[in-house]
C-alpha cells in the first residue's frame, strides 16, 4: 500500500484567485500523486462560518468553498485537523468544512465533535496491509480553544499516545503517528530540543513511522532503531496573505516542499517500509521539481545529528538566531514597506516589548 504525505495545504489568499480564474497550480503534480493508494495532507485553512471567528487567534486563515475544490484536484484521501488552525471560524466553520470534506468522501482526523477528544485512529487497509494513523497537536503551537465550543481537538500527551500504541499494535501491520508540533521554533529548518525526545518515546513504545508538520519549512529526518522520523514536511500549499492590514508574505524557505512516499509491505516474517522524497518549490502557481535540494536536505541532517542534538550552545545560537535576528532580517529586507513604515513598526513593536516587560512586573 502506498501513501503519499503532504505538509501544511492552507488554500488561502492567492488560491482563491487561481480558482476564480480557473487555473490547476497543482497539475504538474497529478501523475505522482495518482501512484498513490492514499494523499494524506494537513488542512490547516478551513471556510468561514455566520458566528464569526476566533478572536483569541492571531492571525486566522481563510478560505471559499471553490479554493477548497483544488484538494479534488491533489486527489486528497485523508485530512489531518489537528492542527493551531481548526478553531480560526468557529464551530460553524468547521462544520462547514466538514461537510465539503464528508461531500467529497475525504477521511478526517485528529479531533471529536463530543467536547472530549476522539484519540482512536483511522486505519486504512488495502492488498493485506493495515495502517493506523494518529493525527495529534502539541499545546506549543498556539492552540486557542475558544469559549462554548464542542468541537475537542487531539492534543498530544505521551502516556496516552503510547497506551494506544498498545491498544492497536496487534490490530495493524503499521502505526503512524502525524503531528503538528514544534510551535516555539516555528519557521526553523530545525527541530527544536524536545521534537526528538517525543518522536524517541513514542517509537519505544511501538510507533512505526512520525510525520510531522506546523514549521512551514523542510525539516531533517532521522533513523531511529530502524523507524524514521520526518520532522517536517514543509508547507505543501500556503499563500501570502493580510491579516489585520498586515502584510504575511512567505519567504522561499516556505515555498519549498516534500512529497514523501511511503510504500508499505508485510509478510508473514515481517513489515517493513521503504520511502522516496520528491522536493517542489511552490511558486505560487508552478510546483517546480528541485532535486538538488536533497543535497541541502543531507546536509541539514548531519547538522541536526551531529551539532544541534549533541552540542546545546549550537542550539541556542541557532535558536536566538531563528527567534530575533532572522525576523529581523525578513522584515528589513520587505520591498513592500518604505523606510519610515519599517521604523515606526520597529519603534512600536520595541515599545510594546518594554511595557510587557515592566507589567509583567
Known sequence: MRLIFLGDI????????????????FANLIDELSNADFVVGNLECLLSGSDGENLYKKPRLYTTREALKYLL???????CLANNHIYDHLDDGI???????????????GFSYNSKPDVSPLILKK????????????????????????????VLDIE????????????VNFIVFIIHWGGIIEGGLFPDRMQPVIARKLIDGGADL???????????????KGKYIFYSLGNFCFSNFFFDNIYHPMPKRRMRTVLLSVDFSCSPQLNNYKFDINYYFNNKSFYSKTP???????IHNFIFSYLLRRISIIWYFYFIHLKYVLPLYFFIKRSDLTLYVKLERLYFSLKRRITNKIFHK
Open 10 to 25: 492552507a488554500l488561502n489568499g492567492d488560491y482563491i484567485d487561481l480558482i476564480n480564474n480557473s487555473v490547476n497550480p
Open 73 to 79: 484536484s491533489i486527489q486528497l484521501n485523508v485530512a
Open 95 to 109: 462544520d462547514k468544512t466538514l461537510n465539503f470534506l464528508k461531500e467529497h468522501n475525504i477521511y478526517t482526523i
Open 127 to 154: 492488498n493485506n496491509v493495515s495502517v493506523a494513523l494518529f493525527n495529534f497537536v502539541t499545546k506549543d503551537t498556539n492552540i486557542c480553544k475558544p469559549d462554548h465550543t464542542k468541537i475537542a481537538v487531539n
Open 160 to 171: 496516552e499516545a503510547t497506551r494506544l500504541i498498545k491498544v492497536y499494535r496487534d490490530q
Open 210 to 224: 512520525i510525520i510531522g508538520h506546523h514549521s512551514h519549512t523542510i525539516q531533517p529526518y532521522e533513523k531511529y
Open 292 to 298: 538538488h535540494y536533497k543535497y541541502w536536505h543531507n
